[in-house]
């Protein structure tokens, strides 16, 4: 026999026990994610100071032999090429924690839902990656030429490694980022936020604003801006490409 006290008490019970499960599957899920990143470091670490010399091997093809880099700081040799394999370490273990964030959203998925959403998070993964990819291997090495070349005669090229990293991590993050272009504009268009039509009619507006960005985000001088809107304009064209394909796709199975 129960009492309505106890009635309370089991109904309160069966409504905290499910949140309390997913506290706790979420805790273990990021505890797993920053384990991933702690293995993959400590694996790097000892290759630290090759790894940053093989980050600045596009700027340094370029420095006048009588030129080299620098710190300006007295710690910036160690805390430097430190910081950079922390950050690679998370780049790498990027797929791992992304399938950790799967694992735990996907039961609450419909079927149809799975369906769509884990190839949209694998291609992301790929974009971002592909992204920087094409910021290291085409971008830095054009960047750096004209930057270095373009100054006036008789100013000593001595970059800072410190700024050095800043930069290129912005940019990295700038490339990754705009590579998933084509993620944003079919979510955005499968969510019903916005239809293919009016991306189209919004195009020139697009434009405008992929030059911007690149503006923004790369480093002063034109050819940089270029090589980051181009290729954004060409990722909207894709997304609009892909979001129409898949509408076309869905209309018999509406009707």
């Known amino acids: 026999m129960t009492t309505p006290g106890d009635n309370s008490q089991t109904s309160i ?25 702690l293995v993959v470091f400590i694996s790097l670490i000892y290759w630290a ?36 394999t922390a950050i690679l370490s ?27 959403a884990f190839p949209l998070l694998f291609s992301s993964v ?13 971008v830095f090495p054009l960047a750096w030429a004209i930057l270095i070349h373009a100054g006036p005669e008789g100013i000593q090229v001595l970059p800072d490694i410190s700024s050095y990293l800043n930069i290129v991590l912005k940019m990295f993050f700038a490339f990754g980022l705009a590579f998933e272009i084509p993620i ?47 290729p954004m304009w060409i990722l909207f064209e894709l997304g609009i490409l892909f979001a129409g394909i898949k509408r076309s796709d869905s209309q018999p199975n509406a009707e």
């Open 13 to 37: 019970n069966d409504t905290d026990m499910p949140l309390l499960a997913h506290l706790l599957e979420l805790r273990n899920r990021l505890l797993r994610a920053v384990l991933s990143v």
């Open 126 to 138: 790929i974009l971002f990656y592909l992204g920087q990819a094409f910021a290291y291997f085409v």
């Open 90 to 116: 998370v780049f790498i273990a990027m797929p791992y924690i992304l399938h950790q964030a799967w694992a735990f959203i996907s039961p609450g998925l419909y079927r149809h839902e799975k369906r769509f």
């Open 49 to 84: 100071n090759d790894i940053y010399l093989m980050l600045a091997a596009p700027l340094q093809k370029h420095l006048p032999e009588s030129s080299q880099m620098i710190a300006t700081d007295i710690v910036a040799p160690f805390l430097t090429p430190f910081k950079m």
């Open 184 to 230: 944003a504009t079919v979510l955005m268009v499968w969510s019903g936020l916005t239809t293919v039509e009016s991306l189209r009619e919004k195009r020139p507006y697009v434009i405008v604003g992929v030059f911007v960005v690149g503006m923004l985000l790369t480093p002063p001088d034109i050819f940089s801006q270029i090589l980051l809107a181009i």
